[in-house]
């Protein structure tokens, strides 16, 4: 497995790059669920995928090529990247993940950080974090996505001519 890169942009279009981080230790989990809204068997919608995802952040020595040195400021750039707010947009930023040649577009839900070893002063050596990512698409993606088609614009429908009498026969008679 590849490592994890999380991108961050400014906008919804994910062109304006703002940061971006790679986890170097491969994630203990990976869990993506996807799935359909369906009510009265009339198709509504495709609710966005969830990512959730479990990675560390190890400044131990124990894993060689593992560029952490300090946890607490490592845990503080992924917050900036991906759970703080940004001014400019009112907002979180949005997110790209890329991993195996898989990518989401997204943005933070849910973030849990475990400190789980620490050095004689107190500072942690060791974050497990555990979060989960919602899709996330443009307006233009998703409309492009849906496709959807209206009925009275792309479905010619033929009529037939009552023979009942109307209001309006029933006086000319």
Known sequence: ?????????????????IGTT???????AMHIAASLIDETRTFRTTPPTRLDVEFVLDATGVV???AVRSVPEAVERFKNLAYDYNGNIHSPNFLRLKWDGNELCCRLAELA???QLFDPSGTPLRCKLSARFDEHQSPDALARQIDRKSADLTHSI???SSTYPTPETQDEA
């Open 22 to 28: 790679v986890v170097l230790v491969h994630p203990d």
């Open 158 to 160: 033929d009529t037939v």
């Open 1 to 17: 497995m590849t490592e994890l890169e999380i991108m961050a942009f400014s906008d919804v279009q994910m062109v304006s790059l």
């Open 113 to 115: 950080l475990d400190y």
């Open 64 to 66: 060689p090529r593992n």
